[in-house]
């Protein structure tokens, strides 16, 4: 490798600024990841635990075919209810919420002893409970969330496919509805004019058939015997403590925080020292017949 390279490379280290894009507390780094800087503007997203605590069942929406529904309607029967909000351009924490949601379902057919049962029971999506996704974005499209639907319903077994279809359905409302069914069971969320996406945490929020919030449960994996104790225990109308890691999906600019410039600076002046040293290393090698 010449000296001219070896030199090239060392300058482009040390003027690269390093990108920070889309962080979300826990994807991979679990309760170890960093709390977002002071000047992140949705330091308030999160959830306020509302055990107890019922839906609007008069809140309006429509659901992914266009029917304008009541919640109260879409809840109707004997079922408990998984109720999540997400939408369809959500940058990160969405797909991951869904996707962890979707590769549990599966698993939860299977019969299995749960307490307080005489024997083994399974959970069928559209028979035993159903979920309700509530679109943040208020007036998304028909056809983005259709397509949303269909990318996690694909994801499930097919043969499974018409009581799954039945089982899960997607709600869009106006932003006064959207929000008034959140603040029942303590969702809290932010949309962020600049970045044109929302700031949301990733939670399950299981509900009774009578829509009373009994449980919540965090995270982007759900572990089966966890879904499976809490849809028991929503059919029972037993509230039960939250369980998971809280994951929030937040952006920020590095420019409005200062401990990002000095960790940015504390970088480049490590690379100028390192090419200080690489040339310093490059000239005494030469000096003294080193290699080329």
Not at 224 to 240: C, N, T, Y
Request: hydrophobic share 45%; proline share 7%.
């Amino acid at each position: 490798m010449s000296t001219k390279l070896l030199i090239a490379g060392a300058l482009l280290c040390a003027l690269s600024t390093p990108v920070l894009s889309h962080p979300d507390d826990g994807s991979s780094l679990g309760d170890q990841v960093l709390a977002p800087p002071p000047t992140f503007q949705a330091n308030d997203v999160g959830v306020t635990e509302q055990l107890g605590a019922r839906v609007p069942a008069d809140a309006l929406f429509h659901d992914q075919d266009g029917k304008a529904v009541r919640l109260g309607d879409v809840l109707a029967g004997d079922m408990p209810t998984i109720l999540t909000f997400n939408y369809s351009d959500c940058p990160m924490l969405c797909s991951l919420q869904l996707n962890g949601l979707s590769a549990a379902l599966p698993g939860l057919v299977k019969k299995a002893p749960m307490l307080g049962a005489d024997k083994p029971v399974g959970f069928g999506l559209g028979s035993n409970y159903r979920i309700v996704t509530i679109d943040l974005a208020p007036g998304e499209s028909l056809e983005k969330m259709q397509k949303m639907r269909e990318r996690y319903l694909a994801r499930l077994p097919a043969d499974q496919m018409p009581g799954l279809r039945q089982g899960w359905t997607f709600l869009v409302g106006d932003a006064a509805t959207i929000g008034r069914v959140a603040a029942a069971v303590g969702f809290q969320y932010k949309y962020l004019p600049e970045k044109a996406e929302y700031a949301h945490p990733a939670a399950l929020i299981f509900l009774s058939s009578a829509g009373t919030v009994t449980r919540y449960v965090y995270g982007i994996e759900f572990p089966v015997p966890v879904m499976r104790e809490s849809i028991f225990k929503a059919g029972l109308a037993e509230q039960a403590n939250a369980v998971g890691f809280m994951n929030r999906c937040y952006h920020f600019d590095p420019d409005a925080n200062s401990a990002t410039h000095g960790g940015v600076m504390a970088l480049r002046i490590g690379a100028a020292g390192f090419i200080v040293l690489l040339i310093g290393g490059i000239y005494f090698m030469r000096k003294h017949g080193g290699g080329q």
